[in-house]
């Protein structure tokens, strides 16, 4: 399975549940780390490594088997610039029978979107399954745009919660409560932390 993250967290976000399922069944996981989210808190010195740290620390919490990262780097809000190097780096990452999640395409935050495309583009051409997460979307979007949209619902059992809990605890620059620039609001957080994830299919 292929994960492909705008900003490191939304890979937990949105399909943590879904890559601790699967690698606990020893299939293998690879997460596209799309950028590091270093523009996230232009105020904060090294969001960059902070969140790289992160995404390490809530890794290894989701899943006791390796999951592979690979990091493209490219700038926070700016994935729309460098489309070809990022339509590469999925190419170059597709394998065989693989599966593909991504952010879904119409999330509402330009890198989640731009990304989101690219997948779609890339799914079609090859022929892979895909299914998109959706982040943004559930504070933004008209509920009115998904009634003619296919949603699949992945379920998570209670050792997958716990792990993904654990996993979604370790993005402390952007979650943490007592910071009044918090990135996400609180609430938002309800949507990660159900019994299953929701995927656009």
């Not at 490191?8 to 996981?29: F, K, N, Q």
């Not at 105020?43 to 902070?50: G, M, P, S, W, Y």
């Not at 610039?81 to 693989?98: N, T």
């Not at 992945?154 to 910071?179: V, Y």
């Amino acid at each position: 399975m292929l994960v492909v993250a705008p900003h490191p967290d939304d890979e937990v976000m949105g399909a943590g549940g879904l890559i601790h399922t699967w690698a606990g069944m020893g299939r293998s996981v690879t997460v596209l780390s799309v950028t590091d989210g270093e523009a996230a808190l232009p105020v904060r010195e090294n969001l960059d490594v902070i969140r790289r740290g992160e995404l390490k620390e809530a890794l290894r919490k989701l899943c006791a088997t390796h999951v592979s990262v690979v990091r493209l780097g490219l700038p926070d809000g700016r994935v729309a610039d460098f489309q070809q190097k990022l339509r590469s780096a999925i190419l170059s990452l597709i394998e065989p029978a693989m599966t593909m999640i991504a952010p879904y395409e119409r999330d509402g935050h330009p890198d989640h979107d731009v990304v989101g495309s690219i997948c779609c583009e890339v799914a079609r051409m090859r022929g892979i399954p895909l299914a998109r997460y959706p982040i943004w979307t559930w504070q933004r979007a008209d509920p009115a745009e998904f009634r003619e949209v296919s949603w699949g619902k992945f379920p998570l059992d209670s050792e997958a919660r716990r792990a993904k809990t654990h996993a979604l605890q370790c993005f402390m620059s952007r979650l943490q409560p007592d910071l009044q620039d918090t990135i996400a609001p609180r609430h938002l957080l309800n949507y990660f932390q159900r019994s299953y994830e929701a995927f656009l299919l």
